[in-house]
């Protein structure tokens, strides 16, 4: 028999589609953000691009950290 702390095959596919969804959604926010950055900056407003600079860190950690529990998960 099979432990029943094992998920099964489809449930993982569900929650790897999950956190991919949400991988898309970050990278098309920060690219979003840098669209926005270049934008602000070319027009003259250079206040916009630290907190630009520390949220898109913030979007890098939030991937790699769901990296880190997709290598653990499998």
Do not use: H
Request: aromatic share 6%; net charge positive; charged share 10%.
């Amino acid at each position: 028999m099979k432990p029943r702390s094992r998920i099964a095959r489809a449930q993982r596919m569900t929650i790897i589609n999950g956190m991919l969804v949400f991988v898309i959604l970050i990278v098309v926010l920060q690219l979003w953000l840098f669209t926005a950055t270049v934008n602000a900056t070319l027009g003259g407003d250079t206040t916009v691009a630290l907190p630009a600079a520390l949220v898109s860190l913030l979007c890098l950690g939030l991937n790699i950290g769901l990296l880190r529990y997709l290598v653990r998960f499998e």
